[in-house]
C-alpha cells in the first residue's frame, strides 16, 4: 500500500535551516508529481511546494520568498525540501502528498513531521 | 490570487444529512476536491473531481459544484464524520494549489 513518511523536523531557532525528507513506498515514486503542504497549529492547510516526477518542473507558494527549495531523488524514492531562514511563521506540521494522476490534487498523505522555529 | 470561503462550522445531528459550501469566484469552472482531517491524523480525500470518491470511501459522502458554490453533502451522518472538511483547487492563472480555510462538522 502507498506510504509516506516524513523526517527531520525539530526546533530550530529563528535564521536556522532544516532539511525534511519524505520517503515513499508501495507506488512507483518516479511516475508522481509530489507537494509539501504545511499547517501551523490550529490552523488550516497551505500549499508549500509541488515538484513533477522528472523533477524539471517546480512551483512555490508566495509566502515562502525563495527560502525553500524542493527536490527528489527518484533513485531513492525520496522527496526533499530545505527550508532557509526560517521564521516563527513557518511552524507547522508539513505533510508530503502525492499528486493525483490529473496533477491538481492530493490522494495520499504523509503523517507529517513537526517544524518549530523558536529563539 | 484565488480565494475559497468555507463556512468556519456545521452541525448535524446523528442521522441527518450534513452540507458544507466552498465558494469561489465562478468556482464551477474548476474540479474541486475535498478533505477530511480527524484531530491529530493527516488529511484524507473523501471527493475529487467535484464529485467522484476514491476507493473505500462511503457512498454517504457526495459533491457538486456549480456557479460560484460547490458542496459536500454527507448523508446519514455518523458520530465519526465528526472532522474538519477543506476544499482545495488549482488556481491555473497561478500554479497554485489553494484550499478553503477549513469547516468544522459536529455531530450533535
Not at chain 2, 77 to 90: I, L, S
Request: proline share 4%; net charge neutral; aromatic share 12%.
Amino acid at each position: 500500500q502507498v506510504q509516506l513518511v516524513e523526517s527531520g523536523g525539530g526546533l530550530v531557532k529563528p535564521g536556522g535551516s532544516l532539511r525534511l525528507s519524505c520517503a515513499a513506498s508501495g507506488f512507483s515514486f518516479s511516475d508522481y508529481y509530489m507537494s509539501w503542504i504545511r499547517q501551523a497549529p490550529g490552523k488550516g492547510l497551505e500549499w508549500v511546494s509541488y515538484i513533477s516526477s522528472g523533477g524539471g518542473l517546480i512551483y512555490y507558494a508566495d509566502s515562502l520568498k525563495g527560502r525553500f527549495t524542493i527536490s527528489r531523488d527518484n533513485a531513492k524514492n525520496s522527496l526533499y525540501l530545505q527550508m532557509n531562514s526560517l521564521r516563527g511563521e513557518d511552524t507547522a506540521v508539513y505533510y508530503c502528498a502525492r499528486c493525483t494522476s490529473g496533477r491538481d490534487a492530493f490522494d495520499f498523505w504523509g503523517q507529517g513531521t513537526m517544524v518549530t522555529v523558536s529563539s | 490570487s484565488y480565494v475559497l470561503t468555507q463556512p468556519p462550522s456545521v452541525s448535524v445531528a446523528p442521522g441527518q444529512t450534513a452540507r458544507i459550501t466552498c465558494g469561489g469566484n465562478n468556482i464551477g469552472s474548476k474540479s474541486v476536491h475535498w478533505y477530511q482531517q480527524k484531530p491529530g491524523q493527516a488529511p484524507v480525500m473523501v471527493v475529487y473531481d467535484d464529485s467522484d470518491r476514491p476507493s473505500g470511501i462511503p457512498e454517504r459522502f457526495s459533491g457538486s459544484n456549480s456557479g460560484n458554490t460547490a458542496t459536500l453533502t454527507i448523508s446519514r451522518v455518523e458520530a465519526g464524520d465528526e472532522a474538519d472538511y477543506y476544499c482545495q483547487v488549482w488556481d491555473s492563472n497561478s500554479d497554485h494549489w489553494v484550499f478553503g480555510g477549513g469547516t468544522k462538522l459536529t455531530v450533535l
